[in-house]
């Protein structure tokens, strides 16, 4: 194949489509295992203009806000394209929002346009959700809604053959675009700019309502860019995509790192680990993206069934802590000997910092890793703001072309987060060494102050890892009378060992400080997690009672 050089100038997504198609014509830009298709870049270009002019004929504008409410569909990376080249905004939706969630985004957002499943987890689920938020749509026009509670709302455009009143779908849509003219599109595309909003991602809301995350063209494709170079993708590079579209690292560290450099999109649908082997085996995939605890089932799996993994190089493992046993067993046993580790959050589009390709095990596993190009660091004292030396933790500060525009008609709390010189607060605790590379010690909220001692949650969980039961570990503050707040620990153990409160807590005796050994101790057999993967904190607190050490989540 050929090479792929990185065009700086091209700053909008649709120009990237163009020139992909241009070079790379024969070349698969997009392959489904599951369905058994593939569209080589010129095919994919021609169907992301199709979507583009259907979105055209139902009346979407330039900056007009759309909304895509399904899992990893092939027509999910059509709309995260097609609508770019339209001009328009792509308003992701979380897969597990029920009625209320789903009211609040589409009436904070503005929403014109709702692209659907019509369930996930089970037929029809997302139209009796949609009924709850739009009971008038069954006696709407399709193309013509009218719904008292979501003034802006006009379409709702159904994936699937099956019709629903009030509704279009996929295909209709399609057919639609063709009343819209090749030069009616180049004329919308060229009058897209580059900092222009093209997505909006709502944040998880664990702290009040979620906020929109307004990212640009210049945003995604600089900081996909960025994440591409390093981890040395070319279209020689076939990448599965597990984790979901609607979050950051589905759409930006995967889609878009793909588009920038000319690798395959391999998507899986929904995760499920032997889905996801089954596609690094016959797709022959080269890099694997996807959180901690989605390895340490794909590990389990291999353990059961053999795959071939061999041609495995890069990817990027994040969300959360890397255990050093699993980065272990992703580079030996699965072969990704150049994994890399991506910190980062929706407000910054997403990556801060990154290991590097040929970084130690040690620095993959301790470290987020350093700066991406072009990107300003720093730490600061949670108190005084002032910039704080190697070594001492604070909060990490980053500024640069990466950070969103704001969120979504919340002005203030866009001045709470990017102060008045650009730098974001990301809300997290971290130090950084003398090269650069970050240690993220977790969220402010989330460190433990003890009687006065400030205790990090993840020094405790990574202690915890070298114990020979424990494959997962998660740890908490809960309230204490006496002491403000306690460390809880919650276990998960490998291969339906067991273990004991008392053991635990031995294994840690004269090995911690007394201080930080866990005071209440919780073996599960899962932890909630959000749909991109990432462990709920806060509701480990809430499943936490001080009198009973056991817990189901």
Same mark, same amino acid.
């Given at each position: ?266 998507? =899986?649908?929904?995760?499920? !680990?032997? %889905?996801? +082997?089954?596609? @690094? #085996?016959? *797709?022959?995939?080269?890099? &694997? ?78 470290? =987020?890793?350093?700066?991406? !190009?072009? %990107?300003? +660091?720093?730490? @600061? #004292?949670? *108190?005084?703001?002032?910039? &704080? ?85 998660? %740890? ?78």
């Amino acid at each position: 194949m050929p090479s792929m050089e990185f065009d700086t100038r091209l700053n909008r997504i649709g120009d990237l489509v163009d020139a992909n198609a241009e070079k790379l014509k024969n070349d698969i830009a997009l392959a489904y295992h599951e369905y058994g298709f593939k569209n080589t870049f010129a095919q994919f270009r021609d169907i992301c203009r199709q979507v583009a002019k259907g979105l055209m004929a139902l009346g979407i504008r330039r900056g007009d806000h759309i909304a895509v409410w399904a899992n990893n569909l092939p027509e999910w990376v059509y709309t995260q394209f097609g609508s770019a080249m339209a001009g328009a905004v792509l308003v992701t939706v979380n897969t597990n929002f029920r009625a209320f969630e789903l009211e609040y985004l589409l009436d904070q957002s503005d929403t014109t346009t709702l692209i659907m499943t019509h369930g996930v987890r089970e037929p029809g689920e997302y139209i009796r959700i949609l009924r709850r938020v739009c009971p008038e749509m069954d006696q709407c026009e399709p193309g013509a809604l009218k719904i008292e509670k979501l003034p802006f709302l006009k379409n709702i455009v159904l994936l699937g053959q099956d019709p629903v009143a009030g509704t279009l779908t996929w295909q209709q849509m399609l057919e639609m675009g063709n009343r819209i003219s090749d030069a009616a599109l180049d004329e919308r595309a060229d009058s897209i700019a580059p900092d222009d909003v093209t997505m909006i991602q709502y944040t998880s809301g664990t702290t009040g309502y979620p906020k929109g995350v307004m990212l640009t063209h210049r945003n995604l494709i600089g900081n996909a860019r960025s994440m591409a170079e390093i981890m040395a993708l070319t279209p020689d590079d076939n990448l599965c995509i597990p984790v979901p579209f609607f979050h950051c690292f589905g759409c930006v560290i995967g889609t878009m790192c793909c588009s920038v450099s000319g690798a395959t999109m391999a998507p =899986v649908t929904s995760f499920r !680990p032997e %889905v996801v +082997l089954d596609t @690094v #085996d016959a *797709l022959k995939c080269t890099a &694997l993206h996807g959180v901690p605890t989605m390895f340490i089932a794909e590990l389990e799996a291999m353990d059961e069934k053999q795959y071939d993994t061999s041609r495995l190089r890069t990817g990027v493992m994040a969300g959360s802590t890397c255990p050093v046993e699993v980065m272990k067993g992703v580079m030996e046993k699965m072969g990704a000997q150049e994994l890399t580790i991506v910190y980062g959050q929706t407000e910054s589009s997403p990556g801060i910092t990154q290991t590097r390709r040929n970084d130690s095990l040690e620095i993959r596993t301790e470290t =987020v890793g350093r700066a991406l !190009p072009n %990107v300003e +660091l720093k730490i @600061v #004292d949670t *108190l005084t703001g002032e910039t &704080l030396p190697p070594g001492k933790t604070g909060e990490l500060c980053s500024r640069g072309y990466h950070i969103m525009k704001g969120y979504y008609k919340m002005p203030d709390k866009t001045k709470e987060t990017i102060d008045s010189d650009g730098w974001l607060h990301t809300g997290d605790l971290a130090s950084m060494d003398e090269n650069g590379n970050c240690i993220i010690q977790g969220r402010l909220k989330d460190m433990i102050i003890r009687g006065g001692e400030n205790i990090y949650p993840r020094e405790i969980e990574e202690f915890l890892y070298t114990h020979p039961v424990v494959q997962d570990v998660q %740890v908490v503050g809960i309230p204490d009378e006496k002491y403000g707040e306690e460390v809880a620990a919650f276990i998960q153990t490998r291969n339906g060992k067991t273990s004991s409160e008392e053991e635990i807590r031995k294994f840690c005796k004269d090995r911690i400080s007394f201080h930080k050994i866990p005071r209440h101790i919780y073996f599960v057999n899962e932890f909630p997690t959000t749909a991109s993967g990432k462990i709920q904190k806060f509701k480990l607190r809430e499943m936490a009672t001080p009198d009973d050490d056991t817990a189901e989540p």
